[in-house]
């Protein structure tokens, strides 16, 4: 089964500092992976996809994800975290025909 | 982009009662929808695959005769909570694929939610 693990439930980090949230995928071929960003009680914003090519993807709001093969990880990070930045970020892989996503991360950035 | 639209966005009903959501592909055909629930703190759990003109498949656990859904046209489905009791109590999120898309893409779009209240 395709599923996807994000090791942490909370992500702490103080505005203007880099930001990163985990995730590690269990695929049988290729990974199809993605981060969607939530605000409460909102629906998922799109932030960026892995399908094929450059291991490291650029998403919106200045986010970007690095596919890494190795350590089966495609983790959500961002050089300069800004308070807004605070939400609920899944990440998901393609199953063959939805999206199967991880429990979520909190990240909260403070002043 | 490619907009998708729920509503209501909030209903409150009594148990006992069914409740219809809506979800709408504003700018572009799905031919298929997909059905999410969401509990608080917690992930998105796929209930049903919704194809145009078709029966929707539904997850492993998920009661079919609950959880009535409608994909009636290329922009509409609809999802019916039937007969319904506090533990449905959720928010229930709507997505779409355009047909369009690139197999490859795989991306589907999200609707903003509708939080159900069974009291």
């Known amino acids: 089964a395709q599923s996807v693990a994000q090791p942490e439930d909370q992500v702490n980090v103080a505005e203007g500092n880099p930001l990163t949230v985990k995730c590690t995928y269990s695929?049988?071929?290729?990974?199809?992976l993605f981060w969607y960003v939530q605000y409460p009680n909102r629906g998922l914003q799109f932030l960026l996809k892995y399908i094929t090519g450059d291991n490291l993807v650029k998403g919106s709001y200045g986010f970007e994800a690095e596919f890494n093969k190795s350590q089966t990880s495609f983790h959500l990070k961002k050089p300069s975290a800004l308070v807004s930045d605070s939400a609920l970020y899944f990440c998901a892989v393609h199953s063959g025909y939805a999206l199967n996503f991880g429990k979520g991360t909190s990240l909260l950035v403070t002043p | 982009g490619a907009v998708v639209s729920q509503h209501p966005s909030r209903v409150i009903c009594k148990s006992g009662t069914s409740v219809k959501i809506e979800c709408r592909s504003l700018?572009?055909?799905?031919?298929?929808m997909f059905w999410y629930r969401q509990f608080p703190k917690q992930s998105l759990m796929l209930m049903a695959t919704s194809n145009e003109g078709s029966k929707a498949t539904y997850e492993q656990g998920v009661e079919k005769d609950k959880f009535l859904i409608n994909h009636a046209s290329l922009t509409l489905s609809t999802l019916t909570v039937t007969s319904a009791h506090p533990e449905d109590s959720s928010f229930y999120i709507c997505s779409a694929r355009d047909y369009r898309d690139w197999v490859g893409a795989y991306e589907q779009y999200f609707g903003p939610g509708t939080r159900l209240t069974v009291t």
């Open positions: 700018d572009f055909q799905a031919t298929t």
């Open positions: 695929v049988s071929g290729n990974p199809y």
